[in-house]
Nanobody, 127 residues
Framework: QVQLVESGGGLVQAGGSLRLSCAAS????????MGWFRQAPGKEREYVAG????????DYVDSVKGRFLISRDNAKNTMFLQMNSLKPEDTAVYYC????????????????????WGQGTQVTVSS
């Protein structure tokens, strides 16, 4: 098993930046495909970005492409989400998640593919 803890959320003005971190304990993070999800009030949890075990393949939902950057440091058992040019519609609780899916499959977009989740960190972008 792996335990995940997010940090780095907060309140920022539109156009600003935040860097989220996801610290893992228990099993080595490199064992898992990792993803970031978000959930806004009244909406379903949404896939934001994913990263392969080696960190060599990255993936983003269209709404954040060119603004967000996902990365991981397996030696430090940590994953990151650098969020730039933030918009009010990015406001949500952001979750990191770990999956045992074998590779970069379409399953990565589904929350049900992820067995381990952090508690979430609130990101609020004011206009």
């Amino acid at each position: 098993q792996v335990q995940l803890v997010e940090s780095g959320g907060g309140l920022v003005q539109a156009g600003g930046s935040l860097r989220l971190s996801c610290a893992a304990s228990g099993r080595t993070l490199s064992t898992y495909f990792m993803g970031w999800f978000r959930q806004a009030p009244g909406k379903e949890r949404e896939y934001v970005a994913g990263i392969s075990r080696s960190g060599g393949i990255l993936d983003y939902v269209d709404s954040v492409k060119g603004r967000f950057l996902i990365s991981r440091d397996n030696a430090k058992n940590t994953m990151f989400l650098q969020m730039n040019s933030l918009k009010p519609e990015d406001t949500a609780v952001y979750y990191c998640a770990a999956s045992s899916i074998p590779g970069f499959t379409t399953a990565r977009h589904s929350a049900s593919a992820y067995a381990y989740w952090g508690q979430g960190t609130q990101v609020t972008v004011s206009s």
